[in-house]
């Protein structure tokens, strides 16, 4: 089977917005502090429900990574908006959006039962858990793209051939 060309994610116009804008910097933060929240609440999340001790921490856990989600989720549409023109479904990030609707969804349902209090504390924290794995594989998905965006920068033809730095590049 032949190999296909790499999809070309960003413009050298879309690049040069993304690289400009101050919302690409704060994605770069609070994508990997909202994994630490969400590595943090998983902990607990998991434990809670082993041990049933600390539930309380386990619960409000998922309520600050919920937060966090939204903050990346509003600051991204604005980053998507200033890079593609367009706050969400900009072809590039099509699929990605996608996936963080639901991710959105779930983590918006585990708000509402947890304002409602009208579930058990093991309910909420299974459909914390649920959430947490649309999460995950939305985050598997940016991590991706990220990954292309790399590969993306690196020159993939003799038209644009490395700079002689005495160093040699194996294929």
Not at 10 to 18: E, F, G, I
Not at 38 to 54: A, K, M, P, W
Not at 143 to 162: E, F, V, Y
Request: charge should be positive; proline fraction near 5%; avoid cysteine.
């Amino acid at each position: 089977m032949p190999a296909s060309s790499p999809q070309v994610l960003y413009t050298p116009a879309q690049r040069a917005r993304r690289d400009a804008t101050a919302w690409t910097l704060v994605q770069g933060i609070l994508a990997p502090v909202q994994f630490l929240i969400f590595g943090i609440s998983l902990y607990l999340v998991v434990r809670s429900l082993q041990t049933g001790e600390h539930t309380d921490w386990a619960l409000g856990s998922v309520v600050l990574k919920t937060i966090a989600l939204y903050a990346i989720m509003v600051t991204g549409a604005i980053w998507e908006k200033v890079v593609f023109g367009q706050y969400l479904f900009a072809p590039a990030f099509f699929w990605e959006d996608i996936v963080s609707m639901g991710v959105m969804a779930l983590h918006t349902a585990y708000i509402w039962v947890w304002w409602q209090g009208q579930w058990s504390a093991n309910d909420q924290l299974l459909l914390a858990l649920a959430a947490y794995l649309s999460y995950a594989v939305n985050a598997a998905q940016y991590i991706r793209k990220l990954r292309m965006a790399r590969l993306q920068k690196q020159p993939t033809d003799l038209s644009h051939p490395l700079p002689d730095s005495g160093a040699q590049a194996s294929v």
